[in-house]
């Protein structure tokens, strides 16, 4: 059986975990690799199209890497991540947080999924309106106790009373990236 070859564009370990879990439901041998990226975009994204420019932008960076620093040609994915804010009608806040997940393969071949939304307190996103280059892990954080919450369970965790945790809705958005390569007859993902 071939290895299959992922890179993460990310150093967070939430991420990195919910990429190999994602995969592993699917696959049996791999490895994971995680590279530093800078998503070149905003550290609190905010609108639909910045979360997945962020995510395709640490999706082909990852790919990028393989091939130029690891030297790996074939059965490789970049897996990208991002979350951020997007306007929703009839929220308290105005605004829901969505997670972003790009993978892109080899011949260029990308898709898309997304994990569960959820929103905010309304002073959390007045906050980062205010000052975006603020995170909102940073505030829930402060609220939690925990100044590395985003790199562990998440806000989700603490919102949700920690019935929910980050590489939860993490992973769920990976497997939903990956459905067009498990299905590649069916969205037409084949080879070159």
Do not use: W
């Not at 945790?165 to 497997?175: P, S």
Request: with cysteine; proline share 3%; net charge positive.
């Amino acid at each position: 059986m071939v290895k299959l070859n992922i890179c993460v564009g990310s150093l967070n370990p939430t991420k990195i975990n919910a990429v190999q879990v994602a995969f592993s439901r699917y696959f049996k041998n791999y490895r994971v690799y995680s590279t530093e990226v800078d998503s070149k975009v905003s550290n609190q994204p905010i609108g639909l199209k910045n979360i997945i420019e962020g995510a395709i932008n640490r999706a082909n960076h990852s790919l990028n890497y393989m091939i130029s620093k690891k030297k790996i040609q074939h059965n490789i994915f970049g897996v990208g991540i991002e979350a951020g804010l997007v306007e929703v009608p009839y929220t308290k806040s105005g605004f829901m947080d969505f997670q972003f997940c790009a993978i892109i393969n080899e011949n260029e071949k990308i898709s898309l999924g997304s994990g569960i939304a959820f929103e905010y307190p309304k002073f959390v996103i007045d906050q980062i309106l205010q000052d975006n280059d603020t995170e909102i892990g940073e505030i829930i954080g402060n609220l939690a106790g925990n100044a590395n919450l985003k790199n562990e369970s998440g806000a989700i965790s603490f919102l949700s009373k920690n019935t929910l945790t980050r590489t939860e809705i993490l992973i769920q958005a990976v497997i939903c990236a990956l459905l067009p390569f498990i299905n590649r007859e069916l969205y037409n993902m084949n080879k070159k």
